[in-house]
């Protein structure tokens, strides 16, 4: 590894698989193999009736905070692109983990549902542009203000 700019270490362009096996097993495996795992889901919020209409911040506002309402086991949070997050608590093992976050998605996705919002499992909303979008949803601040992309004007 290399440290340039404080002239610890010269600097170098490479490094060799096993000094990033030492790395990885330095930094992730300190005690062992990992014993529980969990993961976390990301979700787009669209109208359940068309999915290309923006919802407006005031729906979202309203809908986040039915949820915070909801008894879950994940952790509820939304990222900075607006997307809805959730973070499963750690399990033993990975039909606990999918078990646990299948139910709070199904008591999420059952709240959203009587709002008339539904979950959209995609990398990315491919109806809608997140006003202020600066090419980083981590470095964006998460603001719920959605505009629809420009549509041709008709005759």
Do not use: N
Not at 52 to 68: D, G, I
Not at 94 to 114: G, I, K, N, P, Y
Not at 126 to 143: D, E, H, N
Request: glycine fraction near 8%; proline fraction near 10%; include cysteine.
């Amino acid at each position: 590894m290399s440290d340039s700019a404080g002239g610890c270490i010269e600097p170098r362009t490479a490094v060799t698989e096993a000094e990033v096996e030492a790395l990885a097993r330095g930094i992730c495996f300190k005690t062992g193999p990992p014993r529980r795992l969990g993961v976390e889901v990301e979700w787009l919020v669209h109208e359940l009736r068309d999915p290309r209409l923006p919802v407006s911040p005031e729906r979202l506002e309203a809908a986040y905070a039915a949820l915070r309402t909801v008894s879950l086991r994940s952790a509820l949070t939304i990222e900075p692109g607006g997307q809805l997050e959730l973070s499963s608590p750690p399990a033993a093992s990975l039909m606990e983990c999918v078990r646990t976050v299948s139910a709070d998605l199904d008591a999420v996705r059952a709240v959203l549902r009587e709002d008339g919002l539904v979950l959209t499992g995609l990398g990315h909303d491919p109806w809608l542009t997140p006003a202020g979008f600066c090419g980083s949803r981590v470095t964006t601040p998460w603001r719920p203000v959605w505009t629809a992309p420009a549509r041709p004007a008709g005759p």
